[in-house]
């Protein structure tokens, strides 16, 4: 692996790579993973570095794009806490770095973990949340994934009974408020449900649902991007159960993953380990029998 300090978008960052991908993540700000692409091959990442909300409290939030590490649920008076500042440490590991934030006014510090892995492209990521508050917090680990629109994402749904008798349901669909029903980014499948991220529409839209089979794709420019964590059977999730949501408008889509709800007492931790991948030279329409032999072509789901 290769190191070296840049600029990008305005931000100190770090660059890793090696002859199979090269990424980015930002020091100054963040932090964030704000650049991920194959050799020779564009940035997967969205880069919104002007992209800004106003202040719910203490400041505008800057979205500044690629990956980032919240922890929810979503609330405006933690969740949009600025996170402008240089990152309070940055360590180099054995193919990868590890960093970590200050801890922000909820309490919270937020460390961010990267390591490539020498023989693919293929990249762990680990979002950790530590308490450092006087009190417990109820909250979970989220990984929030922005990538560049003009592609499609892909949410695996469910297929098996989850009883002998198909009697108890099985699969749901999770909207918020401001996403209409009828969208035309949406498309519905019984194996695969589809998310065009269109440049065109401003308008926000945010779907979610019980990912047990554990990844989400996004394709764009016969490029293929998964990104894979468990489903944990059982366990309590936010947002009526979603353990994955894809958000879209114009400027950028979010692929999320959401760690189970947990309660950390002062100074302990939690953690969410995402494997991503990504895939060249990869053809693809949001067609449900393409994904299922692209699945079993490329090996997803084992």
């Not at 892995?117 to 308490?131: E, F, K, S, Y």
Request: one cysteine or more.
């Amino acid at each position: 692996m290769e190191t070296k300090e840049l600029k990008f978008l305005g931000m100190d960052c770090l660059e890793l790579s090696n002859s199979h991908l090269t990424l980015r993540v930002t020091k100054s700000a963040g932090p964030r993973l704000i650049y991920l692409a194959l050799p020779g091959g564009k940035n997967i990442l969205a880069e919104v570095p002007d992209f800004i909300i106003p202040p719910p409290i203490g400041g505008p939030f800057r979205i500044l794009g690629g990956h980032r590490v919240w922890h929810g649920p979503e609330k405006e008076q933690r969740t949009y806490l600025p996170d402008d500042r240089p990152v309070a440490e940055v360590t180099l590991t054995t193919d990868g770095v590890r960093l970590t934030a200050e801890t922000d006014a909820a309490g919270i510090q937020k460390t961010l973990e990267v390591t490539l892995a020498p023989d693919r492209a293929q990249v762990t990521v680990i979002d950790t949340l530590q308490n450092n508050g006087f009190w417990p917090v109820t909250t979970y680990p989220w990984g929030l994934t922005q990538v560049r629109p003009g592609g499609f994402a892909i949410l695996p749904q469910n297929t098996q009974p989850l009883d002998t008798y198909s009697l108890i349901s099985n699969r749901a669909i999770v909207l918020w408020p401001y996403a209409r029903v009828n969208d035309p980014r949406l498309q519905l499948g019984d194996r695969y449900c589809f998310v065009r991220a269109d440049p065109a529409r401003s308008e926000s839209f945010k779907v979610g649902f019980p990912n047990r089979r554990g990844w989400l794709g996004y394709h764009i420019d016969r490029t293929l991007f998964v990104k894979r964590t468990p489903y944990q059977q059982g366990a309590t999730y936010a947002d009526m159960g979603s353990s994955s949501e894809v958000y879209t408008n114009d400027r950028f889509m979010e692929l999320e993953f959401l760690g189970p709800l947990a309660e950390l007492e002062p100074g302990q931790t939690v953690s969410l380990t995402e494997t991503w991948m990504l895939f060249g030279d990869i053809d693809l329409s949001p067609d449900e029998d393409q994904v299922d032999e692209l699945v079993r072509r490329l090996g997803l789901e084992h």
